[in-house]
């Protein structure tokens, strides 16, 4: 399952069934699940964990020192979970000590081409990356969320669960959780109301999540006010919980 061309590092630890394409590089601290398959011209280096059944296509680095002045070769990692898609020239870093230590993907995401995760991401389960979406370092990610094409992120920015960034949007604040948002910089154009269909949220827990939406961005409250509006909707139905805890608790601010 490894190609004649390919450099396996002897220190490497392959699972079953694990195949790595021509030319492609695995370096000595790399683990990969059982089943993965690594495509042609891959490098995987750094303290990197890779799990089971990921495809990784061609030209992809994976592991690779992150893009910060400060990191001094400290062994920090990268954690990527399993069946994720991740396709062509994607670049993914490992973390840095000013953080967690570690840059983390979870399981069945979809990643399309040239998406950088940079130092110290947190993403989480189910999302889809369009293609040239970017995160800056310490972004944390949502499970389901979606990023179109050539999103990017400003650093520390939080992307709340089932969003939606349209094509090009620049995020500088927090993105609450089930908002819609598009421009530069963006700006919320209602709930991810069809995606929620999809994933099993019923009527009345959709119904909540506008009437959330409707007291952040629609109801002329000042911040400290919607909040309590929120929270006061969400004790009445859970399924609107995250996006009152959201709120209640941001560092950069509310894309507003």
């Not at 059982?34 to 495809?55: A, L």
């Not at 399309?112 to 995760?117: E, G, K, L, N, S």
């Not at 999103?151 to 992307?159: I, M």
């Amino acid at each position: 399952m490894i190609h004649p061309t390919a450099i396996v590092h002897p220190g490497a630890k392959l699972g079953a069934n694990v195949s790595v394409g021509a030319y492609s590089l695995i370096g000595e601290n790399v683990e990969i699940g059982d089943g993965t398959r690594i495509g042609p011209h891959v490098v995987v280096e750094g303290h990197t964990r890779i799990g089971r059944d990921n495809e990784i296509f061609q030209f992809c680095s994976i592991g690779a020192s992150p893009q910060d002045k400060k990191y001094d070769a400290e062994p920090t990692r990268l954690e990527i979970g399993d069946r994720n898609t991740i396709r062509e020239f994607c670049s993914f870093n490992v973390g840095t000590s000013q953080d967690a230590h570690v840059t983390r993907v979870g399981n069945d995401n979809w990643i399309m081409a040239y998406v950088h995760i940079a130092h110290d991401c947190q993403v989480g389960d189910h999302t889809i990356f369009a293609n040239n979406a970017t995160l800056a370092g310490h972004v944390h990610v949502g499970d389901w969320a979606i990023l179109g094409g050539f999103t990017g992120v400003h650093q520390f920015c939080r992307v709340g669960a089932h969003s939606f960034c349209g094509v090009g949007t620049v995020l500088l604040q927090d993105l609450p959780p089930f908002v819609t948002v598009a421009g530069n910089p963006a700006k919320p154009h209602g709930i991810n109301s069809e995606g929620l269909k999809r994933r099993g949220y019923s009527a009345e827990g959709i119904a909540a999540i506008k009437r959330a939406y409707r007291a952040l961005y629609r109801s002329g409250l000042t911040l400290d006010e919607a909040r309590q509006r929120v929270a006061e909707i969400a004790a009445g139905q859970a399924e609107a919980a995250p996006f009152a805890a959201f709120i209640a608790d941001s560092g950069r601010g509310i894309v507003r």
